[in-house]
């Protein structure tokens, strides 16, 4: 079945490091991916996507590299913040028309001032 | 705007009880999506509705849980009989219209969730 994970459970990083979180998908179809954060206590949000014909985005402070030939999914988030403790999640879209995504487990970020 | 809005935050049911979790999506959105959040897990897609229609079902268990999106007023995820193992975080989310991996941004706003404990 389709699945998408995450390599990590928890990532602790010191403030100023960048921090790379890595995603794993198995749906050779997905042709949409989108990272999100999640605060504790708060609903998931919107950090970046991409869709399949792209190798890397760049957003603010953050970059997204797609690997189809492996399947593989990275957040790059340049000059890690306390404010960017969260669990982040990598989901991908079934890609029939119209929105829906499947979630991976999330990896929590960690950062230490 | 007020973003998406759940209602209640917390819900504390005993077995065999009713849940009623209401949504009110983002001012013009017209799509909303359900998802569930167990302990330590992501959030598993459960229902896709649009006004009056339910479009995409397929995450939604078989038996006792139920969801529809009235023309007016907030969508609503109904489960009957709850059981201890639908203690988890039931997300809502929306989009506006014409979203949808064909038509570029696919992007959905989510909501704080509601939080339902089963005794």
């Known amino acids: 079945g389709e699945s998408v994970g995450l390599h990590l459970p928890t990532l602790s990083v010191q403030e100023g490091d960048n921090s790379i979180i890595n995603c794993a998908y198995s749906?050779?179809?997905?042709?949409?991916f989108i990272w999100y954060k999640q605060e504790s206590g708060k609903g998931p949000q919107f950090i970046i996507d991409i869709r399949s014909n792209m190798d890397k985005r760049q957003g603010q402070r953050v970059t997204v590299l797609l690997n189809k030939t492996v399947k593989h999914l990275s957040l790059q988030i340049a000059a890690t913040q306390p404010g960017d403790s969260a669990v982040y999640f990598c989901a991908d879209s079934k890609g029939s028309g119209y929105s829906t995504l499947t979630f991976g487990k999330g990896t929590m970020l960690l950062v230490s001032p | 705007n007020a973003g998406v809005m759940q209602n209640p935050r917390h819900l504390v049911r005993r077995r065999g009880q009713e849940a009623r979790l209401r949504c009110s999506p983002m001012k013009g959105h017209s799509h909303v999506y359900w998802y569930r959040q167990l302990p330590e897990e992501g959030l598993k897609f459960m229902v896709y509705?649009?006004?009056?229609?339910?479009?995409?079902e397929s995450g939604m268990p078989k038996e006792r849980f139920s969801a529809e999106f009235p023309k007016e007023g907030p969508s609503i995820l109904r489960i009957q009989q709850v059981v201890r193992g639908d203690s988890a975080a039931y997300f809502c989310?929306?989009?506006?219209?014409?979203?949808?991996?064909?038509?570029?941004?696919?992007?959905?706003?989510f909501g704080a969730g509601s939080r339902l404990t089963v005794l």
């Open positions: 749906n050779s179809a997905s042709d949409y």
């Open positions: 989310a929306s989009s506006p219209p014409g979203t949808g991996i064909l038509s570029g941004a696919n992007v959905l706003t």
């Open positions: 509705l649009q006004k009056e229609n339910i479009i995409d």
